[in-house]
């Protein structure tokens, strides 16, 4: 079983490649944190918005890292962090090619 | 490059193994769906919420399928459907292990 974190917030930036320079650091330690398997990163420079769609092992992993990166946000002076967590259903998953592992 | 597509809404169910027999036909059609790469499905039977992660290879093919999907829920008297669309940041991504194509 796993579980989805659905994290968006708006953002003034950087996006693109600005982004990736800015954040590879932080990015290099996520792949530390408890139960994760893998994070998508998500950005919309029109609407100044940015966010991530993560993997997790467990819904306490991922309850956890919501929690932490939410406070993480909030210092970097973002106060309203949308963050959802879903089970996965594999069974409907399977079919559409989902990446649930 | 590639396409988000964040979706969730309130629902009375079924989950879990109910929701794979009511909506196996319904994912085996969303493989014909133009530009979707994967789709994976997600559920909170304690919430009553339930929802997708989708990939899409252009943000014109997510935003089609946004108002296509937005419709179908409304007919199944679902009024309120959460829907946002993101770029995929490749770069940072990656070094999450995050499954992007």
Sequence with gaps: MSYILQVDFKMEGPFGNEM???FTDLAKSIN???GL???IWTEDSEAKEAGGI???ETKESACKYLTMHTARLNGFG???VNGKIF???EGLT???H???K
């Design 32 to 34: 530390d944190e408890e």
């Design 94 to 96: 399977s079919i559409n």
């Design 78 to 80: 973002i106060e309203k």
């Design 37 to 39: 398997i893998w994070k």
């Design 54 to 56: 993560y993997l997790f």
């Design 20 to 22: 990736v320079k800015e």
């Design 98 to 100: 989902g990446p649930s």
């Design 87 to 89: 089970e996965v259903n």
